[in-house]
C-alpha cells in the first residue's frame, strides 16, 4: 500500500499558508498569493517581490507588538486558558496558524521562523527542530516504517549515513546507497517497497551535484517519496520543491544563523499532507526549537542575501585561485566550469555558496605534510560545521565508508581531501594565508 500522500493535479490547490495558496503549475509548485495577508505581498504568482524586500519584511508583525520592529521572544511552556471552550478549541485546532496550546508545540518566534523558511522555499509549511540532524530524522520517520526501503546518496552527510546504517535498520528499515550521479538511472534500484529516494546536492564533502527533476520524475510515477538535503544552496539558489521534492531539509545552523552561535534545523514540505506528517513526526520525537533559538536565526536571516552573496564571490575567489596551484590536484566547486556536475548546477541553480573543497596533493612526508598545511593556516580555523562568518577547512578521508564506486574527482587516493567554508574575511587575506601555508607545508 503506498502510504505517500496522492500527488495532486496540474493547477489544484495542494496547501496554504498566511500568504496564499500552493498549486501545481506544470512540474513546478507556485505560490498565488492572497489579498489579506499579513506581509503587504500584493496579488500575484509567484511573490513579485526581491529576496531582500521578502527577508526583511516577512515573518514579522510590528503592529501585533507594540510597534516594535522584531518579535519579542516568548519563552515558556505553559499556555493558559480562560474558558473550557477556549482550551478545548485550541486543542483541536491547526498548530500552523491556530492557537498556542503548549510551548513544545510551538511558540510566536517558532512559527515566524517557520512562515520565512516556507516562504522562500515555495512550502506549504514548515516544521522547525533543534538541529539539522534532527531535520533528517524527523523527515525521515514521517516517511518511512518497518518493512521499508530506502534509497540514500552515497554522498549523504555522515550523521545521515549513520541514522540509516544504525538507527533505521534496527527498527526494520533497509538503506541502499545510491552512486550520487545515478540521475534517472535510480530507476533500477527502485523495489516494490521502496519508500523514499533521499538526496543532498550537492554532496557532503565530494560536491557531486544531483539531477533532481529526473529522480523526482521516477518517483512521483511510482508514488515515491522525495527527500532532499540543500543546505549548502539555501533556498536563494536552489528551490526544490519546484522541481518536484516533497520535502526539503535546512541545516539553518549555517547560512541561516550566520554566526556559529546557534543548532537548528528545519524540514518545508511541499503540501499540507506532508507538513501534517512531518509535524506529527516531530511532536511525537519531543523535538523542539527553542524561542532564542529561532529569533536568533530569524535576526539571521534578514542579511542572508547581502552574506551569501560575498560568500559566493570570495569562495569562487579562492577556488579559482586554488586550480592555479600546483599543489592542488583539483578543485571541488559545482560553480567552476571544470566541475564534472557544472552543467547541471548551471542548468538547476542560480548561484553557489561559500562551501566547496579541493584535493591537496599527495607528499612523501604523508599526515606530517597535511599537518604543517594545516596549522600553518592563520584566517581558517580547522573545526567542523560552516556557513558562519569565520572561515574554515578541515580534511577527511573518505575510503572506507563511502560504497558508490564512482569518486573519481574526489579520490583520497591523490592526496588529502579537504573542505573549505569561506568566511566573510577579505578574499585576498585568505588568499595570502593558503599561499604561506602550502609554502611552509613543502618545506616538511
Known sequence: MDRRPSRPKVGAEVGHDPRGTLELVGTRYALRVSNDNPNGIPQGNPDPRGIG?????TARDPAANRGFVNTPIHRGSTVLFKTLDELEAAMTANTRTGPYTYGL?????????ERMLASLDGAAGAVVVESGLAAVSVALFSSLVAGDHLLMTDSCYGPTRYLCTQVLAKLGVETTFYDPRAGAAIESL????????????????????????????????????TIIDSTWATPLFFRPIEHGVDLVIHALTKYQSGNSDILLGAVTCADDAWWKRVKTAAEAHGHYAHPDDCMTCLRGMRSLEVRVKRHEASALEVARWLESRPEIVRVLHPALPSHADH?????????STGLFGCVLRAHPAGRAHTKAFLEGLRYFGMGFSWGGFESLVVASDIRGWRIAPAFADAASNDGTLLRLSIGLEDPRDLIADLAQALEAAARV
Open 53 to 57: 524586500t521578502r527577508l526583511a519584511h
Open 105 to 113: 508545540i510551538g511558540n510566536p518566534n517558532s512559527r515566524e521562523l
Open 190 to 225: 527502485i523495489r516494490p517497497n521502496t519508500r523514499v529516494v533521499f538526496m543532498e546536492s550537492p554532496g557532503s564533502l565530494t560536491f557531486e551535484v544531483q539531477d533532481v527533476p529526473a529522480i523526482t520524475r521516477i518517483c512521483r510515477a511510482r508514488g515515491i517519496a
Open 343 to 351: 552543467a547541471l548546477w548551471k542548468r538547476d541553480f542560480t548561484g
